[in-house]
T-cell receptor, first 113, second 115 residues
Framework: DQQVKQNSPSLSVQEGRISILNCDYTNSMFDYFLWYKKYPAEGPTFLISISSIKDKNEDGRFTVFLNKSAKHLSLHIVPSQPGDSAVYFCAASVRSNTGKLIFGQGTTLQVKP | EPEVTQTPSHQVTQMGQEVILRCVPISNHLYFYWYRQILGQKVEFLVSFYNNEISEKSEIFDDQFSVERPDGSNFTLKIRSTKLEDSAMYFC?????????????FGQGTRLTVV
């Protein structure tokens, strides 16, 4: 089941630069998308979400972009900080279901000082 | 800040034994979930629970699994006869409303090791 894909297992950026994490999906029924951050030995922590009726949502240093025609979303972090180093998961949900989240495989972000 | 708490943080069990993983969701939340993450793999949905019944379950959630909300605060996942392949991190999550309108908050996880 590869409905949500994060094709880059890892990403390394310099502190202060922009981090761009990408996510693709195949199920056109998805209408709500979320990004979670996960540190080792902790549960996923919600970062930011976007509804399919929007194409951009911004919260501080984090911006999520949604391109429905391409079935693609991205998370931009600017400026990146060393504390942002973690695994980032993209997740998607379908309006009519019970809130089940389908996760991507995750991208490990390393922000170098 | 309210949080989802899970106990124990680590459970080691013999193959074939029963385990119960416990979760205390955020108090005003109405939707409850279990997910698991096998080492090196993606986080997978197991089951969702609302209004004291299962609302959806994945094909992973077979007859050896069950969930219960025995009182007003706890939400448990029982695995009746554990197998080696049940070894994983198990995450409980809760949300105030349906996911389309809000995010799910996750606990820190229980690492289950079946030997």
């Amino acid at each position: 089941d590869q409905q949500v894909k994060q094709n880059s297992p890892s990403l390394s950026v310099q502190e202060g630069r922009i981090s761009i994490l990408n996510c693709d999906y195949t199920n056109s029924m998805f209408d709500y998308f979320l990004w979670y951050k996960k540190y080792p030995a902790e549960g996923p922590t919600f970062l930011i979400s976007i509804s399919s009726i929007k194409d951009k949502n911004e919260d501080g240093r984090f911006t999520v972009f949604l391109n429905k025609s391409a079935k693609h979303l991205s998370l931009h972090i600017v400026p990146s900080q060393p504390g942002d180093s973690a695994v980032y998961f993209c997740a998607a949900s379908v309006r009519s279901n019970t809130g089940k989240l389908i996760f991507g495989q995750g991208t490990t972000l390393q922000v170098k000082p | 800040e309210p949080e989802v708490t899970q106990t124990p943080s680590h459970q080691v069990t013999q193959m074939g034994q029963e385990v119960i993983l416990r979760c205390v969701p955020i108090s005003n939340h109405l939707y409850f979930y279990w997910y698991r993450q096998i080492l090196g793999q993606k986080v997978e949905f197991l089951v969702s629970f609302y209004n004291n019944e299962i609302s959806e379950k994945s094909e992973i959630f077979d007859d050896q699994f069950s969930v219960e909300r025995p009182d007003g605060s706890n939400f448990t996942l029982k695995i009746r006869s554990t197998k080696l392949e049940d070894s994983a991190m198990y995450f409980c999550a809760s949300s105030e409303r349906e996911i389309m309108n809000t995010e799910a908050f996750f606990g820190q996880g229980t690492r289950l090791t079946v030997v």
